[in-house]
């Protein structure tokens, strides 16, 4: 019986891998876009972090200091966007499959 639950755990944990992987690669090809100044600057990046455009509106290249804040902003809004998403497709492929607690940082 002891044989039969090691197995079975075994594959959850290897259904589970699958799962973590294919979100993985999924996230790869999602775009958010984070924005700020009302939309004077967008940062867009993947689910995994990757920057792919900077718009920056020709208006807000007046104010040095203004822009460095727009960007940094935007960027965190991306950032922020991009954590919900991947914490959001990683729940669903770990979903009903509990993770021991010495496996979390695998996935």
């Known amino acids: 019986m002891f044989k039969g639950n090691i197995a079975q755990a075994m594959q959850?944990?290897?259904r589970?891998?699958?799962?973590?992987?294919?979100?993985?690669?999924?996230?790869a090809?999602?775009?958010v876009?984070?924005?700020s100044g009302g939309g004077m600057v967008s940062i867009t990046m993947?689910?995994?972090?990757?920057?792919r455009r900077v718009r920056i509106d020709p208006q807000a290249l007046s104010d040095a200091e203004m822009l460095e804040d727009l960007i940094t902003a935007a960027i965190n809004?991306?950032?922020?966007?991009?954590?919900?998403e991947s914490s959001k497709r990683m729940s669903a492929a770990t979903?009903?499959?509990?993770?021991?607690?010495?496996l979390k940082g695998m996935f």
Do not use: R
């Open 12 to 14: 959850m944990a290897q």
């Open 16 to 27: 589970m891998q699958d799962n973590v992987k294919k979100a993985q690669e999924e996230l």
């Open 29 to 31: 090809g999602v775009e």
């Open 33 to 35: 876009t984070g924005q």
């Open 46 to 51: 993947s689910g995994k972090m990757e920057v």
């Open 77 to 84: 809004d991306a950032v922020n966007k991009a954590n919900e």
């Open 95 to 102: 979903a009903g499959m509990p993770i021991p607690p010495g």
